[in-house]
């Protein structure tokens, strides 16, 4: 029996609900739109075009297959049926009410009502008789895990499970606040900022390269506690407290107080905005900001360190990829940090993909972790990699193994990387030897590996492996003579 998609519906879009709607979507979901904005289809397809580019790139297991996109002129419609409905119409109070009103009396009565507010309270949201939470994303939405939850527990709890399910990470407030936990940090920094810029400190410009030269990078994997406790040397956190704890009675910034929000002020932030990023449309800084997000959690997930944890073990949750007559090792979109100044994938990632089928082989056949940490593990002594076709950032990237010789120590592996289209990108040949890892001799594998190895190679055995063996420059078939 086919699983029923889970089905989102997105009330308002732009670039929050967009991101909303693709969050959702690219994680297998069927997706309804409702937004009476006639230009809505198209700003939120330039969303999802930045979310099909970047989203997959996090992962190296494929996401699953997009869920059903579809556009409603009637709220009733879009909600009907729905798992989730999330409202993300323009902060205003007496609007959010009208629309989380009707909502609420449309929507399944199982279905979690979220509201992207990112500064009202619950209690003000459902003042009118409405039974939202608030369920605040961060831009963009189909990056950024996390999602702050305020409201009643058990649709909390119940949202906290689906939004896991989506790779996201939703932390549940303790009580209700005015700007929930984030944009109240967010908000101090912002105003002393004006400050700095109003009293001719320092430019838009100079204030973000403070940020992300400096402490912006530090947060992004630990965030402001830990980060100080590290500042405290040995001693910990008690000294760094009594040691900064003064600076905090001296007039080092004006959070007490706001800059006149005039025409002046506006203009002159403006404008150092201009020339600080005008020379690129706003659609480029979401491609450069993309990708830059992207590299970043990657190189966090690899230590499972703050949002690389949340990816890590989203990935972990994601279904494997279906065999045939061979195990599928990789099943993947190629990250823009794939490739090279030519466009398409540099040789050393085919050569990284190929290395990523070798480990999952490895953990299908026994040689896992496990294996590895009690001593024993294979040891790459050769490879030949034929480069067949380009492919691509955005390229869907499918690897299959061949085992080819699976006796005594070798295990001599036939990789094949497939493009999304069926295109046969490259073969990658590898040769292994089995070792003791702790006299750094070879040796022969051990039980269940042998075993599972063994069988392997029989039933590859009567597969074909095109041009098995060849050394470099050698030609695919015999040259023929010209007459």
């Given at each position: 029996?086919?699983?029923?998609?889970?089905?989102?519906?997105?009330?308002?879009?732009?670039?929050?609900?967009?991101?909303?709607?693709?969050?959702?979507?690219?994680?297998?979901?069927?997706?309804?739109?409702?937004?009476?904005?006639?230009?809505?289809?198209?700003?939120?397809?330039?969303?999802?075009?930045?979310?099909?580019?970047?989203?997959?790139?996090?992962?190296?297991?494929?996401?699953?297959?997009?869920?059903?996109?579809?556009?409603?002129?009637?709220?009733?419609?879009?909600?009907?049926?729905?798992?989730?409905?999330?409202?993300?119409?323009?902060?205003?109070?007496?609007?959010?009410?009208?629309?989380?009103?009707?909502?609420?009396?449309?929507?399944?009565?199982?279905?979690?009502?979220?509201?992207?507010?990112?500064?009202?309270?619950?209690?003000?949201?459902?003042?009118?008789?409405?039974?939202?939470?608030?369920?605040?994303?961060?831009?963009?939405?189909?990056?950024?895990?996390?999602?702050?939850?305020?409201?009643?527990?058990?649709?909390?709890?119940?949202?906290?499970?689906?939004?896991?399910?989506?790779?996201?990470?939703?932390?549940?407030?303790?009580?209700?606040?005015?700007?929930?936990?984030?944009?109240?940090?967010?908000?101090?920094?912002?105003?002393?900022?004006?400050?700095?810029?109003?009293?001719?400190?320092?430019?838009?410009?100079?204030?973000?390269?403070?940020?992300?030269?400096?402490?912006?990078?530090?947060?992004?994997?630990?965030?402001?506690?830990?980060?100080?406790?590290?500042?405290?040397?040995?001693?910990?956190?008690?000294?760094?407290?009594?040691?900064?704890?003064p600076a905090l009675s001296w007039p080092w910034t004006k959070l007490m107080d706001v800059p006149e929000f005039n025409d002046e002020l506006v203009d002159l932030i403006a404008s150092q905005s201009d020339a600080q990023s005008g020379h690129m449309s706003i659609r480029e800084l979401e491609r450069l900001r993309?990708?830059?997000?992207?590299?970043?959690?990657?190189?966090?997930?690899?230590?499972?360190?703050?949002?690389?944890?949340?990816?890590?073990?989203?990935?972990?949750?994601?279904?494997?990829?279906?065999?045939?007559?061979?195990?599928?090792?990789?099943?993947?979109?190629?990250?823009?940090?794939?490739?090279?100044?030519?466009?398409?994938?540099?040789?050393?990632?085919?050569?990284?993909?190929?290395?990523?089928?070798?480990?999952?082989?490895?953990?299908?056949?026994?040689?896992?972790?496990?294996?590895?940490?009690?001593?024993?593990?294979?040891?790459?002594?050769?490879?030949?990699?034929?480069?067949?076709?380009?492919?691509?950032?955005?390229?869907?990237?499918?690897?299959?193994?061949?085992?080819?010789?699976?006796?005594?120590?070798?295990?001599?592996?036939?990789?094949?990387?497939?493009?999304?289209?069926?295109?046969?990108a490259a073969t990658v040949e590898v040769m292994l030897l089995h070792m003791n890892l702790a006299t750094r001799a070879t040796c022969d594998p051990e039980g269940i590996v042998a075993e599972r190895l063994s069988r392997m190679a029989a039933a590859h055995a009567d597969l074909p492996a095109e041009d098995i063996?060849?050394?470099?420059?050698?030609?695919?078939?015999?040259?023929?003579?010209?007459?």
């Amino acid at each position: 029996m086919t699983e029923v998609n889970r089905k989102a519906a997105i009330i308002g879009g732009g670039v929050i609900g967009g991101g909303w709607a693709a969050r959702f979507l690219l994680n297998g979901w069927d997706v309804a739109i409702f937004d009476p904005d006639p230009q809505a289809e198209r700003k939120i397809g330039e969303v999802l075009s930045n979310a099909r580019r970047a989203l997959p790139a996090l992962y190296d297991r494929a996401l699953p297959p997009e869920g059903r996109l579809s556009w409603h002129d009637d709220m009733a419609d879009a909600v009907a049926d729905a798992d989730w409905v999330q409202e993300s119409v323009p902060e205003t109070l007496a609007l959010k009410h009208k629309v989380l009103g009707r909502l609420s009396a449309l929507a399944p009565a199982h279905a979690v009502i979220g509201s992207s507010t990112s500064g009202f309270k619950p209690s003000e949201l459902n003042a009118e008789g409405a039974r939202a939470i608030v369920a605040h994303p961060f831009n963009p939405v189909y990056l950024l895990p996390l999602i702050e939850l305020v409201g009643d527990p058990e649709t909390c709890a119940r949202a906290s499970g689906l939004l896991r399910d989506v790779g996201c990470h939703p932390l549940t407030l303790r009580k209700e606040i005015d700007a929930h936990i984030a944009d109240r940090l967010l908000e101090a920094v912002w105003r002393e900022s004006l400050w700095l810029v109003k009293d001719g400190i320092a430019t838009t410009e100079e204030i973000d390269e403070a940020i992300r030269m400096g402490f912006g990078i530090r947060w992004a994997q630990m965030g402001l506690f830990e980060t100080y406790r590290i500042a405290g040397g040995e001693a910990g956190m008690k000294h760094f407290m009594s040691q900064f704890g003064p600076a905090l009675s001296w007039p080092w910034t004006k959070l007490m107080d706001v800059p006149e929000f005039n025409d002046e002020l506006v203009d002159l932030i403006a404008s150092q905005s201009d020339a600080q990023s005008g020379h690129m449309s706003i659609r480029e800084l979401e491609r450069l900001r993309d990708d830059n997000i992207v590299g970043m959690l990657r190189a966090l997930r690899r230590t499972k360190t703050g949002a690389g944890g949340v990816i890590a073990a989203h990935e972990a949750a994601l279904p494997a990829p279906a065999a045939g007559d061979l195990p599928v090792t990789g099943d993947r979109q190629v990250p823009t940090s794939w490739t090279d100044y030519n466009g398409h994938m540099n040789d050393a990632d085919y050569l990284r993909a190929a290395s990523d089928a070798t480990d999952r082989f490895m953990e299908m056949i026994g040689a896992d972790a496990d294996y590895i940490a009690a001593g024993r593990s294979y040891f790459t002594v050769e490879t030949h990699t034929r480069y067949l076709a380009e492919v691509h950032a955005g390229d869907r990237l499918r690897t299959t193994t061949q085992v080819i010789d699976g006796t005594g120590k070798r295990m001599h592996l036939f990789h094949r990387l497939v493009r999304g289209d069926g295109t046969l990108a490259a073969t990658v040949e590898v040769m292994l030897l089995h070792m003791n890892l702790a006299t750094r001799a070879t040796c022969d594998p051990e039980g269940i590996v042998a075993e599972r190895l063994s069988r392997m190679a029989a039933a590859h055995a009567d597969l074909p492996a095109e041009d098995i063996g060849r050394h470099v420059g050698q030609r695919s078939k015999p040259a023929v003579e010209p007459a």
